[in-house]
């Protein structure tokens, strides 16, 4: 309530406030403290380049940033920064208000950045109504309760772990324990120094965890409850979770703009390694064809989802438009089919994209933020299977005519426009002679 008093005196109130940071403690006190006093919280990721941040702030037009005061580097000039060192201390005389804003369950409430297929990121605005029926959803699905103790180790500035690690466990009273950085020696021993219950990552995230246990023996723990999301999970990974931890893997599926959880593994029903589950509580999903209609059970198609997890949509674009809805169904640009037990097995992208580490990496966006730069004409990105990050960038340059480029000047250029997620591994630039041999 004393962070929420402080931002009311900055006038927030209908106002889209940045939230810059890590899994530090703070996070909850800023992004709740932000939403009570009335504003609407744009979750910027301190992973991405400082441009990346530039441009969700000129488009969102947010002016306040709440971040740390060692991120305070990244932000452009002009924009108003409360660092949360100085949102969260006691001052001895504040006085903090008790009347927090009354918020319309459909009023905007956080705007994340994602769809960026055409080159250039898109502002989902979600609500009050999408995060709280996607929350409350989780805790029935995963069986959530005040005695677990959940583990935040994916980023919190991403919906997956905003909704999944904090929203949902505090939402019951569970106990939250954030970690700033991912180490899976780290997380081995709170397995059993916290006697943790329910962790949620990426297929890389265990992968690393296996590896550490494999080195460190596995640790007596407490775990009830492993999910696993944000890209598709070898086989191999959840057979040998299980044989090691005597826990299953569950699988998930979901998207930023549906709050994101749509389907799940739920822990009340048997376990289908290899589909992503069920639909979640109050969730309709169904699998449809390029017009709208509905396929049967084993046809492949796109997913298409409704609910009161459903985002209210794009930042500047009205209405919802054929291209990603077929009437009032998300539509979501992932392929998938119903198995004859009614699970949903993923069957792969519609969309221009692949993910590496549990990220969407867009390659037309990647390409344009390298364009903008006047030595390169033309950057094309593709994917090339890893077997832990799910895929390794290669990237593809044609320099600006006239320009000659090494690749430790193109990595320097990559460094400086893309979050460290889209950095590639492989670079290949085009020679001036090359390109003569083509044009006769």
Not at 63 to 92: D, F, H, K, Y
Not at 123 to 135: C, E, K, P, T, V
Not at 416 to 426: D, H, N, S, T, V
Request: glycine content about 10%; hydrophobic content about 40%.
């Amino acid at each position: 309530e004393r962070a929420a008093a402080r931002l009311r005196g900055l006038d927030v109130a209908g106002q889209r406030v940045g939230l810059l940071l890590p899994n530090l403690p703070a996070l909850p006190v800023a992004i709740y403290g932000a939403m009570r006093a009335g504003a609407s919280v744009l979750l910027l990721n301190p992973a991405n380049s400082a441009r990346e941040i530039r441009e969700h702030l000129e488009d969102s037009s947010a002016r306040t940033v709440l971040t740390s005061e060692r991120l305070t580097a990244m932000l452009p000039a002009g924009v108003q920064i409360l660092s949360v060192e100085e949102l969260t201390a006691t001052e001895s005389g504040t006085q903090a208000g008790t009347n927090g804003e009354e918020n319309d369950g459909d009023a905007e409430v956080v705007v994340v950045y994602t769809s960026a297929n055409e080159g250039w990121a898109r502002g989902a605005r979600l609500s009050h109504r999408n995060l709280i029926a996607n929350a409350l959803s989780t805790v029935e699905a995963m069986h959530i309760t005040e005695n677990d103790r959940v583990i935040a180790a994916l980023p919190l500035i991403h919906l997956f772990g905003l909704t999944v690690t904090l929203n949902a466990p505090l939402s019951v009273g569970a106990m939250v324990l954030p970690v700033e950085r991912f180490s899976p020696g780290r997380i081995l021993d709170l397995f059993a120094e916290a006697r943790a219950t329910v962790f949620c990552g990426v297929p890389a995230m265990y992968m690393a965890l296996l590896a550490a246990a494999e080195r460190k023996g596995v640790p007596e723990h407490a775990l009830r409850v492993a999910i696993c999301g944000g890209a598709p999970l070898p086989s191999e990974v959840g057979r040998r979770w299980e044989e090691v931890f005597g826990v299953p893997l569950r699988e998930g599926y979901g998207l930023t703009e549906a709050g994101p959880v749509c389907l799940f593994n739920r822990v009340d029903r048997p376990h289908y390694p290899g589909t992503v589950g069920f639909p979640f509580p109050e969730v309709e999903v169904t699998i449809r064809d390029e017009t709208g209609g509905e396929l049967e059970p084993g046809e492949v198609g796109e997913i298409c989802v409704r609910g009161s997890n459903v985002f209210l949509g794009y930042l500047g674009e009205e209405g919802r438009n054929p291209r990603d809805f077929h009437g009032d169904r998300l539509r979501t640009g992932d392929l998938a089919s119903v198995e004859p037990g009614g699970a949903v097995r993923f069957r792969g992208f519609l969309k221009p994209m692949f993910t590496r580490s549990g990220f969407n990496v867009y390659p037309r966006e990647v390409g344009r933020a390298l364009e903008e730069d006047s030595r390169i004409e033309r950057a094309v990105v593709c994917a090339l299977p890893e077997p832990v990050k799910e895929n390794e960038i290669v990237l593809y340059i044609r320099p600006a005519e006239g320009v000659s480029l090494t690749v430790e000047e193109v990595e320097a250029i990559c460094s400086r426009r893309l979050a460290a997620y889209k950095q590639p591994g492989r670079i290949f630039i085009e020679r001036e002679e090359g390109r003569r041999k083509r044009e006769e």
